[in-house]
């Protein structure tokens, strides 16, 4: 019965997302099968969680699009999510939830809650911070780098990070599936998952500033991520070759998923 209510409601948010050029096709099976699995949870924190985390970042994505697009070239991927991406900002939040139903252990529903923090801390992060005037700094050694390079920061794209993972904290106590006992104090859960959402999502400025891989533009000269630009092949001049956005982004959310386990403890 789960199983079921699981593929029709994610089918739902799904074709909603694809209508609406939020998901690539990919993107809407791989949807599909995130929420299902969250939904056999029997409890909706799960999927809920996840819902708030995919409708916020599509919406920023969607805000000032016109004026993002100038930039956006320079980012490895569109505006659809493909399956790809799907997998990196939702894999480890699944994996956490697995892990919850084989143990039924408290600690996965705070790594649950400091994974979507995280993915939901560096998606509002690139998607305000991008339109800041400011121009964003290497988290590394605070040198002034392009907008919409990895492993840069801006003020604007900061506080809108905190902001995020708030909102995932503050979700995730209000829909919490476990008993008052096993729960951490209202204010401790909040910053708990607050602070994991920002760790994550430093972690995955620090990699964006390292070993991400970046190529070089023949045609334009801009650093992009992706292995081609303007058309032509771009050639990788730093970084590991396998380190893409999403692998980041992967380890990222893997990351404050287990940040928010020491910290909840
Ligand atoms: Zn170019």
Not at 32 to 47: M, N, Q
Not at 161 to 172: D, H, M, P, Q, S
Not at 189 to 207: C, E, M, N, P, R
């Amino acid at each position: 019965m789960h199983l079921l209510i699981g593929i029709i409601s994610s089918a739902a948010v799904a074709i909603t997302a694809y209508r609406k050029h939020a998901l690539s096709a990919g993107g809407s099976v791989a949807a599909v099968v995130v929420g299902t699995v969250l939904v056999t949870t029997a409890h909706p924190f799960w999927f809920a969680l996840m819902l708030v985390f995919f409708v916020t970042s599509s919406a920023w994505s969607r805000y000032k699009r016109k004026l993002k697009r100038q930039v956006a070239q320079q980012f490895a991927k569109g505006e659809r999510r493909d399956a790809l991406q799907v997998m990196a900002n939702g894999g480890a939040a699944v994996l956490f939830a697995c892990m919850y139903i084989q143990w039924n252990d408290p600690v996965w529903v705070w790594a649950f809650t400091g994974s979507l923090a995280s993915v939901t801390a560096d998606t509002w992060a690139t998607e305000i911070g991008v339109l800041s005037s400011a121009r964003p700094r290497s988290v590394l050694n605070g040198r002034k780098v392009d907008t919409g390079e990895s492993g840069g920061v801006t003020l604007a794209g900061t506080l809108a990070a905190a902001a995020g993972a708030a909102l995932i904290a503050v979700c995730g106590y209000v829909l919490s599936p476990l008993d008052d006992v096993a729960m951490p104090p209202r204010w401790h859960y909040i910053f708990a998952g607050t602070a994991a959402g920002l760790i994550g999502a430093f972690v995955d400025s620090l990699l964006g500033a390292t070993v991400q891989r970046q190529c070089v533009c023949h045609v334009c000269q801009k650093t992009v991520e992706s292995l081609s630009h303007c058309g032509r092949k771009a050639s990788p001049v730093r970084g590991v070759s396998w380190m893409t956005n999403d692998a980041v982004n992967a380890i990222a959310s893997f990351s404050g998923g287990v940040a928010c386990i020491f910290l909840m403890g």
